[in-house]
């Protein structure tokens, strides 16, 4: 008996089956004690391990996607941000968007929720099995700038290619110069109808000239390529952060 755990133990190794190696003795006289047929103690088995597989895959995508932080829709107040409609959001995490090469806009005023709800977003489609990477925008242009002084804009665009979904988190927040904007317009070309985007900004569209160096051409054709496809949430509301902040003030102060 001890042989043939050996080399059963060795055959699982051989297989990967990590999990089955660790369980399959206390699942086995699970399986005897409640008098089950070898099928089904074959299925429990081959449970166990494609759940730890899963688990262990959405673990590696989370942490691929270098998420700043944890953030999720149950985290969320809808309340708070009465603006934003929540079955709206509920439809998009179950992420059709991004079979379809669609993408998300979120504009409003810094403060309102947008990166919380971009991050819960994208951790959602990590879960269900997409490949997502988080920059914020002056992160993806400085990317883009170091691989071209090393040489390697080729293997950056390649990655790029290989990602389902990449969040663009605080685009407006600062003005680009000319390289700058025509390695973001770069990238926005070749995520055309290929890679699915969600975007925060605090700007209007109309304003977005600005962040390419006051070049309306570059921010027009910009725009017709990211608004092809595209689910805008606009938040007009007042920072729920800062009211937040105010709150918590107020309270201190009557203690």
């Known amino acids: 008996m001890k042989d043939e755990r050996v080399l059963l133990k060795s055959y699982l190794k051989s297989l990967k089956l990590p999990t089955i190696q660790r369980e399959y003795q206390t699942i086995a006289r699970a399986s005897a004690k409640e008098n ?49 409609n929540k079955k709206q959001i509920i439809d998009l995490s179950m992420c059709g968007f991004i079979d379809k090469r669609s993408n998300i806009v979120f504009t409003g005023p810094p403060g309102v929720g947008k990166s919380h709800l971009t991050i819960a977003l994208g951790r959602e489609a990590c879960r269900r099995g997409y490949k997502v990477r988080f920059f914020t925008a002056a992160e993806l242009v400085n990317t883009y ?92 509301t007042d920072s729920w952060r800062l009211n937040q902040s105010l709150e918590q003030k107020r309270k201190k102060d009557s203690d």
């Open 36 to 84: 089950e047929p070898y099928e089904s103690y074959l299925q429990r088995l081959a449970e166990i391990e494609v759940v730890h597989r899963q688990t262990q895959a959405i673990a590696r995508r989370l942490k691929q996607a270098n998420f700043p932080m944890t953030k999720e829709l149950q985290g969320f107040d809808f309340n708070a941000v009465p603006q934003i």
């Open 145 to 236: 700038i170091e691989a071209r002084q090393e040489k390697t804009v080729l293997k950056l665009e390649g990655y790029i290619k290989k990602c389902d979904l990449i969040i663009v988190d605080e685009l407006g927040y600062v003005p680009f110069d000319r390289i700058g904007a025509e390695h973001l317009f770069g990238f926005f070309s070749q995520c055309y109808e290929q890679t699915s985007l969600i975007v925060t900004t605090n700007l209007p569209f109309a304003d977005w000239p600005q962040v390419f160096g006051d070049d309306e051409r570059l921010a027009g054709a910009l725009l017709d390529r990211l608004t092809h496809h595209v689910a805008v949430v606009e938040i007009i």
